[in-house]
């Protein structure tokens, strides 16, 4: 399952993976999710009244985390031997968290006036899921590499 240096199983086991992460994550933290969020009182009731059960969030969220898989096993193969081990790929999905998702999230909730709870909860939802993401894909990324 190796194609162009790499392993598109493992890509979809780190997709996998990443997006049942996030769903414990948000169902752990709902009350403070939703209470960061600052949604108006129609909205939260909508939400809590289980109004948010049309697919289309959760079908991004899961072709967002496909993709980013994706991106992150092909730097992983780009980086080689190194980066392919568990260690190797966590840290590199932390540093990819802390040099564009983390300064991203931040600068964009800086700027939106958001609640710093808010961008705590979402900054370590995205650090869990390329922390997972990135032991899967280097424990098993691409094995013709090694």
Known sequence: MTYLGVNYLAIAIATFAGYLFGAAWHMMLARPWLAASEFSAEQRARIEGGGLRAPAPFLISLLAQALMAYILASLLAHLGAPA???????????????????????????????????????????????????????????????
């Open 84 to 146: 392919l081990t568990v260690r190797g790929g966590a840290f590199s999905g932390f540093l990819i968290w802390l040099g564009f998702v983390a300064t991203t999230l931040v600068t964009n909730h800086a700027f939106g006036m958001r609640r710093w709870a808010l961008t705590l909860i979402d900054g370590g939802h995205w650090l869990g899921v390329l922390l997972i993401q990135g032991a899967v894909l280097g424990a098993i990324g691409a094995p013709g590499a090694r």
